[in-house]
């Protein structure tokens, strides 16, 4: 009935399958949609050419002006996921499967618990799937090629995706009973791409953890020692930046230089020439002095935080002393008892 059936007579389901393309404005607003019903052997088709799949522009390789043209979503990967959806959708559950298109993605959604648990590990080299929810109908999919094979699916849209060196699917497993995935029609970060163009032997779960990096997403530590071990990244967590080594590869050198910052020396000198000159200074004038100087992957606080540990440093060492007032508000000055 799902693949085959007659739609005439999709009632002898207890939840008819469905599958809902909708066209979304930069408002939010649904702008156009339609439904598709059984027989989904052909949906998929349908559904598909109703994405509007512009050319896209880019440049992976920062060492030419030559652009390289891709379509912005590969019809090989909707294709594998809409029939994934297909093959693993609860059709207990009642819903929808949906194709959601927006200005610079896809999503692509479907009702049913995500069985693996957990995305990485089917990005592992060998995985095997626990079960299947339809066993009966994957394998038929299988025999139908909708699908490549029942296990490799996922694997296989992380390729595709590696392969034109654009961001990685984004899952979305937050719901009980829903599962669903972002694809990206467009460059996030240009040191991205060129870090995938200039090492294209990385294995899945590293480009995976890159591109968490990427859209500043929180790393374990385990995951920040692997990507720190490789050299790709520096800073700290939650502050982790592009590394030296890739910047000398991609067009980020400048961004690089501003993430890192300068030494404590540098800003402590720039501390003491201060008071030098105007006698005396407040921690927010010290802010405002180093503000830009300080690396730009800290926040207001954590600029802050570095004001008052620099200070507090000098004061140690007997450079300068706290006048009057609060810490935060009270003056500074030189210690000229030597």
């Not at 949906?43 to 440049?59: F, G, P, Q, S, T």
């Not at 859209?215 to 520096?234: D, R, T, V």
Request: overall charge negative.
């Amino acid at each position: 009935m799902i693949l085959l059936g007659n739609p005439d007579h999709d009632n002898l389901l207890e939840n008819p399958a469905r599958i809902m393309w909708r066209l979304f404005g930069s408002n939010g607003m649904v702008k156009d949609y339609k439904e598709f019903n059984i027989p989904f052997i052909t949906v998929v088709d349908k559904a598909y050419e109703k994405i509007r799949n512009l050319v896209y522009r880019y440049m992976p390789n920062p060492d030419t002006l030559f652009t390289t043209e891709k379509m912005q979503y590969d019809e090989n990967l909707l294709r594998e996921l809409l029939n994934n959806c297909i093959a693993h959708q609860d059709y207990t559950a009642g819903g929808r499967i949906y194709l959601d298109e927006f200005e610079d993605s896809v999503v692509v959604s479907n009702p049913g618990s995500f069985i693996p648990g957990d995305i990485r590990k089917v990005l592992k080299a060998g995985y095997r799937a626990p079960y299947y929810r339809n066993q009966l109908l994957a394998n038929s999919m299988v025999s139908f090629d909708m699908i490549d094979t029942v296990q490799m699916g996922i694997r296989k849209v992380f390729n595709i995706q590696r392969d034109r060196y654009f961001p990685m699917p984004d899952y979305n497993l937050h719901e009980s009973n829903e599962v669903s995935v972002k694809i990206y029609g467009e460059i996030l970060d240009k040191s991205y791409t060129y870090l995938l163009f200039g090492y294209d032997n990385l294995d899945l779960e590293t480009v995976f953890l890159l591109d968490r990096v990427q859209k500043m997403l929180p790393l374990e530590s385990e995951q920040y020692k692997s990507l720190k071990a490789l050299g790709f990244i520096e800073g700290k967590i939650p502050n982790v930046y592009i590394s030296a080594k890739i910047a000398r590869i991609t067009d980020k050198k400048a961004q690089y230089i501003k993430n890192k910052g300068q030494s404590d020396e540098f800003y402590k000198k720039m501390i003491v020439d201060y008071l030098t000159e105007w006698n005396s200074g407040t921690k927010s004038d010290f802010l405002e002095l180093l503000g830009d100087k300080l690396p730009d992957v800290l926040d207001d606080e954590q600029k802050a935080n570095k004001v008052k540990n620099l200070l507090a440093a000098l004061k140690n060492d007997g450079i300068i002393r706290y006048a009057n007032g609060n810490h935060r508000t009270g003056t500074w000055l030189l210690d000229k008892s030597d």
